[in-house]
């Protein structure tokens, strides 16, 4: 079983910045593959970024590409997503989610976070 917690959302202007963090509690937590997805209302879960947990390789969907970073602590067995010059656009609850796959399909993801809101204001 894995648990997820975020932590970090909140309200933001256009052009700030936030991080977000997820902590994992996991025995074997190299073994996964982590993930930020987000979804804004009315609208369907969508990637964002993700991590492999043993290699630390990342893929980013392109909207976020060259503002938002993932990066991870071993040792806190925590994901962090540092999210740079915010849009109103980015607006939206933003889940951490935990797979065995790298994959940017949210079915492919089998525990998840109770998600934590973003706004950014224009």
């Known amino acids: 079983q894995v648990q997820l917690v975020e932590s970090g959302g909140g309200l933001v202007q256009a052009g700030g910045s936030l991080r977000l963090s997820c902590a994992a509690s996991?025995?074997?937590?190299?073994?996964?593959?982590m993930a930020w997805f987000r979804q804004a209302p009315g609208k369907e879960r969508e990637f964002v970024v993700g991590i492999n947990w043993r290699s630390g390789s990342t893929y980013y969907a392109d909207s976020v590409k060259g503002r938002f970073t993932i990066s991870r602590d071993n040792a806190k067995n925590t994901v962090y997503l540092q999210m740079n010059l915010l849009k109103p656009e980015d607006t939206a609850v933003y889940y951490c989610?935990?797979?065995?796959?790298?994959?940017?399909?949210?079915?492919?993801?089998?525990?998840w976070g109770q998600g934590t809101q973003v706004t950014v204001s224009s």
């Open positions: 989610a935990a797979g065995y796959l790298r994959s940017s399909r949210a079915r492919d993801y089998g525990y």
């Open positions: 996991a025995r074997t937590f190299s073994s996964y593959a």
